[in-house]
């Protein structure tokens, strides 16, 4: 009997299924009345498509556009959701969803030169947005390219950096609130920073300090392992030790990433701590992670 092979099937039953991809999408779909409203909005304003709009030759009309929009109430069933499907607050949706439409990133980039106009907080967007938008028009002259597919995909790209720094951030405050139930479960008198610090340019997450000394914690996270992205990965780890042990501080960091393949004999720190997990699977990795700080108690201790 001659065997066919299926590479199709090959595929589906042995590589993992992309969770991450498969989230990102739901999230941008939900978000797709947000744009339809924007896209009804400008049709109420002339527009017929929202290619009209963005190659837009009068300035002023498309600039007084964007204020009406952003002074516009939304229907309030209509929310932008982040990259972990909560929904952001009104103001900050019809920024960010303007932002994107003209392939930007609102927060990352064009918050820094707001400060550098003048007007009301919806003035200074709409002169900047429509700068943007100009410029887009520009750069991207095809109508093809303002339709939905290509916003979605644009969407699926700045929701995947809004999940990955709502993740770390979750992780860090995991962590803090953790090391804070354990410190006073075994009356150790320490205190955790609130904040980030940072230190030689590396960010930690975590700082513990004590009459005896200091320890500093980055929390690491990655969803995949493949490829590039992982020794880059890897080589923050080593960085992050090296900056802390320079400056004359205890660092234990912390990696939640399934299958890293990184060597933990050759980080050149005491402790760490290692959990094989994906850091999606937040409920499974959070008591992983109290029990191995547990088990760090007598190195907490020792600050005090």
Same mark, same amino acid.
């Given at each position: 009997?001659?065997?066919?092979?299926?590479?199709? !099937?090959?595929?589906?039953?042995?590589?993992?299924?992309?969770?991450?991809?498969?989230?990102?999408?739901?999230?941008?779909?939900?978000?797709?009345?947000?744009?339809?409203?924007?896209?009804?909005?400008?049709?109420?304003?002339?527009?017929?498509?929202?290619?009209?709009?963005?190659?837009?030759?009068?300035?002023?009309?498309?600039?007084?556009?964007?204020?009406?929009?952003?002074?516009?109430?939304?229907? !309030?069933?209509?929310?932008?959701?982040?990259?972990?499907?909560?929904?952001?607050?009104?103001?900050?949706?019809?920024?960010?969803?303007?932002?994107?439409?003209?392939?930007?990133?609102?927060?990352?980039?064009?918050?820094?030169?707001?400060?550098?106009?003048?007007?009301?907080?919806?003035?200074?967007?709409?002169?900047?947005?429509?700068?943007?938008?100009?410029?887009?028009?520009?750069?991207?002259?095809?109508?093809?390219?303002?339709?939905?597919?290509?916003? #979605?995909?644009?969407?699926?790209?700045?929701?995947?950096? !809004?999940?990955?720094?709502?993740?770390?951030?979750? #992780?860090?405050? /995991?962590?803090?609130?953790?090391?804070?139930?354990?410190?006073?479960?075994?009356?150790?008198?320490?205190?955790?920073?609130?904040?980030?610090?940072? /230190?030689?340019?590396?960010?930690?997450?975590?700082?513990?300090?004590?009459?005896?000394?200091? /320890?500093?914690?980055?929390?690491?996270?990655?969803?995949?392992?493949?490829?590039?992205?992982?020794?880059?990965?890897?080589?923050?780890?080593?960085?992050? /030790? !090296?900056?802390?042990?320079?400056?004359?501080?205890?660092?234990?960091?912390?990696?939640?990433?399934?299958?890293?393949?990184?060597?933990?004999?050759?980080?050149?720190?005491?402790?760490?701590?290692?959990?094989?997990?994906?850091?999606?699977?937040?409920?499974?990795?959070?008591?992983?992670?109290?029990?191995?700080?547990?088990?760090?108690?007598?190195?907490?201790?020792?600050?005090?």
């Amino acid at each position: 009997m001659r065997y066919v092979f299926h590479p199709e !099937s090959f595929l589906m039953s042995n590589i993992p299924e992309n969770i991450r991809l498969k989230d990102l999408v739901i999230v941008a779909n939900l978000n797709k009345p947000f744009f339809d409203d924007f896209i009804n909005f400008l049709r109420a304003e002339g527009y017929a498509e929202l290619y009209d709009f963005v190659v837009e030759n009068d300035s002023s009309r498309a600039k007084a556009t964007i204020k009406k929009y952003l002074d516009r109430r939304i229907p !309030s069933d209509l929310k932008l959701y982040d990259g972990i499907a909560r929904p952001y607050s009104e103001d900050k949706a019809k920024w960010l969803l303007l932002g994107w439409i003209f392939r930007d990133a609102p927060v990352q980039r064009l918050e820094g030169f707001l400060k550098n106009l003048s007007g009301t907080p919806n003035e200074r967007k709409a002169e900047l947005l429509n700068q943007v938008r100009q410029y887009a028009s520009s750069v991207l002259p095809d109508s093809e390219r303002w339709d939905w597919l290509p916003i #979605f995909e644009v969407m699926v790209d700045r929701l995947e950096g !809004s999940r990955r720094s709502i993740k770390g951030n979750l #992780f860090e405050e /995991i962590v803090r609130r953790s090391l804070s139930n354990i410190f006073e479960e075994n009356e150790i008198n320490l205190s955790i920073d609130k904040t980030q610090i940072k /230190i030689g340019g590396e960010t930690y997450d975590v700082k513990v300090s004590g009459g005896q000394g200091t /320890i500093l914690i980055p929390v690491k996270t990655r969803e995949t392992m493949g490829g590039g992205h992982a020794l880059l990965f890897t080589r923050d780890i080593h960085k992050a /030790i !090296s900056v802390a042990s320079e400056s004359g501080y205890n660092c234990i960091p912390i990696v939640i990433a399934e299958s890293w393949t990184g060597d933990l004999s050759t980080l050149d720190c005491q402790e760490f701590i290692y959990i094989n997990k994906n850091p999606n699977q937040v409920n499974e990795v959070e008591p992983l992670l109290i029990q191995k700080l547990e088990s760090l108690i007598h190195v907490f201790r020792a600050l005090t």
